[in-house]
């Protein structure tokens, strides 16, 4: 069945970084897959996480840096970074800020991230 979906939702988070799911639990109900729009201002980093969904990261402007077990992969506008469930990660972005799309299947879901206190 088609669907169209009329446009994303905004996920309030704190640190100034704007998400705007288009596909995923919040916006349409989609646990299976969650696609999201990302803003983040120069210098946003979140808490550690060791989530349990694939998380596929296509980056527009700017740079993500994902620190991970193996060390720390910075990830240019043009570039794409993936990570597998399990592994412990931390994004930020870089001092230019960074737009990017996230697709994690399954959906994202707080509880599935694993986030450090």
């Known amino acids: 069945m088609v669907r169209r979906i009329e446009g ?23 646990e299976a897959i969650s696609i999201a729009h990302m803003v983040a201002p120069p210098g946003w ?16 402007r700017g740079t993500v840096v994902v620190a991970h077990d193996g060390g720390v992969t910075e990830v240019a506008a043009g570039q794409s970074v993936v990570t597998e469930p399990g592994e412990t990660v931390r994004y930020s972005a870089g001092p230019e800020g960074a737009e990017y799309i996230a697709v994690c299947l399954p959906a994202f879901s707080p509880e599935a991230a694993n986030r450090s206190s």
């Open 45 to 60: 980093e979140e808490p550690a996480q060791t989530p349990s969904f694939t998380e596929y990261t296509v980056v527009l």
């Open 8 to 30: 994303p939702t905004r996920v309030p988070v704190p640190g100034g970084k704007l998400i705007d799911e288009h596909v995923g639990r919040v916006n349409s109900a989609d």
